[in-house]
């Protein structure tokens, strides 16, 4: 049996599934036969577990050096590019082989390592569906501009002048935005805390190291009037942990692990604290919630950073300043405002967009597709 929709992700963060989970709600939502798949699934378990390795400790232990690195593979003409290109075609040649077994009609990845073999694939007429790249970041790096690619949904105007100098065609791209659940989308929008009522603050972990996690929470340690609630995600030992830094802290917060319903949580929430990431600041955006964004990496998120704090929708700052800034903010009255700039800033109905690409470019039309 044929499925209508294949979409592929790499679990380096968990921004890429979540994008990729979007894109499957919305298909489903068009009756359309759909499947998720995980890249490291079709690759040796070392060859995963190297990358996603190589990932954290860049991030958080050397997020300099991976800055430099980030920056210096920013074009198409590397001296290492083929090397790299040629180790990713040998690892993940198994991904080919799981998606001909699927007999897509479409084919969608939201990391840039799928496209590589995808990409080859389609070249080489191995692949027959059309392949489409969607963009996760507010920025549009080289290592996306794989040549085999039939179409790519990226964020904003700048990440398509971006992909542009790359060599991608700009009638191969399309501004969609990031896709991100409706149900963030749903969120109402945010009220401001009125006399007597505490400041709720939302701590996400996303693929912080643990020393920033426990920084923001000592951070709100004299700061009056707050509800702090931290979710840690799922790594070893972070709740225990994180809890025991607001014991000592002497704040008052309740301490999460994995959140499998981060809608309601931002629902809850006047502001948000967290990572730059693409998929973070997008689902907070939608949720129409001002953002305080710590520790942020060279390269995407310094991006993805540049286009909250530019549209008025949050602020940079440390991780050991959080609870100062939360609390002026709240002081200056500005949270209604920035959480209406928030959503502002972000395309509605990005998943629906973005599927409305990848199926079109098979020279399908979503409407015709749903009728029938």
Excluded at 77 to 88: E, H, K
Excluded at 302 to 312: A, F, P
């Amino acid at each position: 049996m044929t499925t209508d929709v294949v979409i592929v992700y790499t679990p380096v963060g968990g921004g890429h599934r979540a994008a990729a989970l979007a894109l499957a709600e919305a298909a489903k939502g068009h009756g359309l036969r759909t499947e998720v798949l995980d890249l490291f699934e079709s690759a040796p378990a070392f060859v995963g577990a190297t990358y996603q390795t190589a990932h954290l400790r860049g991030t958080t232990l050397t997020p300099n050096l991976y800055g430099m690195g980030y920056f210096a593979a920013n074009r198409r003409d590397g001296a290492l590019d083929p090397l790299r290109r040629g180790f990713d075609h040998v690892a993940f040649a198994g991904l080919v082989k799981a998606v001909q077994l699927l007999q897509p009609r479409a084919v969608v990845a939201t990391h840039h390592l799928p496209l590589v073999v995808l990409g080859r694939a389609r070249r080489l007429g191995r692949l027959a569906a059309p392949l489409t790249g969607v963009i996760t970041d507010y920025t549009s790096h080289a290592c996306w501009a794989e040549p085999g690619v039939d179409a790519f949904c990226v964020s904003c105007p700048s990440a398509a002048r971006e992909l542009a100098a790359h060599g991608v065609a700009r009638d191969a791209m399309t501004v969609t935005g990031i896709p991100v659940r409706p149900a963030f989308e749903r969120v109402a929008d945010v009220r401001a805390p009125r006399d007597g009522e505490r400041l709720r603050v939302l701590v996400t972990s996303g693929s912080f190291g643990l020393g920033p996690l426990e920084a923001i929470v000592r951070s709100f340690a004299g700061v009056r009037d707050v509800e702090l609630t931290v979710v840690c995600g799922s790594a070893k030992g972070a709740e225990a942990r994180a809890t025991r830094a607001a014991a000592e802290a002497g704040v008052e917060a309740r301490v999460l692990g994995f959140e499998r319903d981060m809608p309601a949580r931002l629902a809850e929430a006047h502001v948000v604290i967290g990572k730059a990431g693409g998929l973070t600041v997008s689902e907070t955006m939608a949720a129409g919630r001002p953002m305080i964004l710590v520790g942020t990496v060279p390269g995407n998120e310094l991006s993805n950073e540049r286009l909250v704090v530019s549209n008025g929708a949050g602020y940079a700052g440390k991780a050991g300043d959080a609870g100062a800034i939360a609390s002026a903010l709240r002081a200056r009255g500005e949270i209604e405002a920035m959480g209406r700039n928030a959503r502002a800033v972000v395309l509605a109905h990005a998943a629906e967009r973005a599927l409305a690409v990848a199926w079109g470019a098979g020279g399908r039309g979503m409407r015709s597709e749903r009728a029938a």
